[in-house]
C-alpha cells in the first residue's frame, strides 16, 4: 500500500490548509481502505505521533479535543483519498502530517497498512 499525502505549507496563525492523502495499491489495499475508518495523525518534534481525527467507512468521524471544531475530515472511497480540511490553525498544530488506516498494530502487520508515508509538512507561524 502506498499512501501519499499534499497539501501542507506555511501559514500564519488563523489560517487554514485542506491537507489530502491519496491511497494506492492492491485490491486488498484498498479494500481494506474503504471497509476501515482512516484517519490523520500528526508528529510534533519531540512528540510521538498521535490521531487526531478519523471517519469510519460510514462516515462518521471523531476527533481529538485540540482540534474539535476546527478540523474536518473527510473522504471519497471513489477516489482512494482522504482529505483534512484545518481552519483557524495555531502554532501547536505545527507538525508533519500522516495518514492511515486506523487498525491494531497486528492487523497493520497483515494488511500492508503497517507503513507510512512521508506526511506533510504544516508550519503555523505566529
Known amino acids: 500500500v502506498q499512501l501519499v499525502e499534499s497539501g501542507g505549507g506555511l501559514v500564519q496563525a488563523g489560517g487554514s490548509l485542506r491537507l489530502s492523502c491519496a491511497v494506492s495499491g492492491s485490491t486488498f489495499s484498498i479494500n481494506t481502505f474503504r471497509v476501515n475508518s482512516v484517519g490523520w495523525y500528526r508528529q510534533a518534534p519531540g512528540k510521538q505521533r498521535e490521531l487526531i481525527a478519523a471517519i469510519s467507512s460510514g462516515g462518521n468521524a471523531n476527533y481529538a479535543d485540540d482540534v474539535k471544531g476546527r478540523f474536518t475530515i473527510s473522504r471519497d472511497n471513489a477516489k482512494n483519498t482522504v482529505y483534512l480540511q484545518m481552519n483557524n490553525l495555531k502554532p501547536d498544530d505545527t507538525a508533519v502530517y500522516y495518514c492511515?488506516?486506523?487498525?491494531?498494530?497486528?492487523?497493520?502487520?497483515?494488511?500492508?497498512?503497517?507503513?507510512w508515508g512521508q506526511g506533510t509538512q504544516v508550519t503555523v507561524s505566529s
Open positions: 492511515n488506516a486506523v487498525l491494531s498494530d497486528y492487523d497493520r502487520s497483515i494488511t500492508g497498512f503497517d507503513s
